[in-house]
Antibody
Framework: QVQLQESGPGLVKPSQTLSLTCTVSGGSINSGRYFWSWIRQPAGKGLEWLGHIYTSGITNYSPSLKSRLTISLDMANNQFSLKLNSVTAADTAVYYC??????????????WGQGTLVTVSS | EVLMTQSPATLSVSPGERATLSCRASESVSSHLAWYQQKPGQPPRLLIYGAYARGPAIPDRFSGSGSGTEFTLTISSLQSEDFAVYYCQQYNNWPGTFGRGTKVEIK
């Protein structure tokens, strides 16, 4: 069974870059037709899909975050990462990494990490 | 983006009773609709995909129906472990969008 675990700073200052890593175990990030995804959830609110990276390295980002977001793969360490720059308080949320499977349309998140809270504050 | 609207926001149900949750899409998403269950401090858990197919190890008291813009999640006989927040999500269009959730609480 694949497992995912987020890691990174819990506190980021406004205007700085939020960086998170997702470590995947129980399966290789380089195998299968999966979309390695980042999804966030502000406190008391709904879920927002930020973007994903396919096993091939092709990325797709939410239009609302495209200018600030970078997702990358680290095959050697079986990890993938998120970088969100120029953060504001509105970026405060629990950030989840997830493995999404291929469908006939858009990817479908199946396995999720436990999530990590990131607070943007000075 | 496709707007997903869930109703009601909160549903109070007694154990053993039936719960019916609704989800409406702002445009047709065909059958590309999933339901997730989330408990406090936990990530979402995939319950239903393709509008009606149950995910791995999901009990058959959970059932999904609908297509196009109107969808329903039914829990036939609520168990104590079913009290949680339920989200619908469309994956027909990019980015996949989620509803705001329905909280199922004990009556």
């Amino acid at each position: 069974q694949v497992q995912l675990q987020e890691s990174g700073p819990g506190l980021v200052k406004p205007s700085q870059t939020l960086s998170l890593t997702c470590t995947v175990s129980g399966g290789s990030i380089n195998s299968g037709r999966y979309f390695w995804s980042w999804i966030r959830q502000p406190a008391g609110k709904g879920l927002e899909w930020l973007g994903h990276i396919y096993t091939s390295g092709i990325t797709n980002y939410s239009p609302s975050l495209k200018s600030r977001l970078t997702i990358s793969l680290d095959m050697a360490n079986n990890q993938f990462s998120l970088k969100l720059n120029s953060v504001t308080a509105a970026d405060t949320a629990v950030y989840y990494c997830a493995r999404a499977r291929e469908t006939t349309k858009q990817p479908l998140p199946q396995f999720w990490g436990q999530g990590t809270l990131v607070t943007v504050s000075s | 983006e496709v707007l997903m609207t869930q109703s009601p926001a909160t549903l109070s149900v007694s154990p053993g009773e039936r719960a019916t949750l609704s989800c409406r899409a702002s445009e047709s998403v065909s059958s590309h609709l999933a339901w997730y269950q989330q408990k406090p401090g936990q990530p979402p858990r995939l319950l239903i995909y393709g509008a009606y197919a149950r995910g791995p190890a999901i009990p058959d008291r959970f059932s999904g129906s609908g297509s196009g813009t109107e969808f329903t999640l039914t829990i036939s006989s609520l168990q104590s472990e079913d009290f949680a927040v339920y989200y619908c999500q469309q994956y027909n269009n990019w980015p996949g969008t989620f509803g705001r959730g329905t909280k199922v609480e004990i009556k």
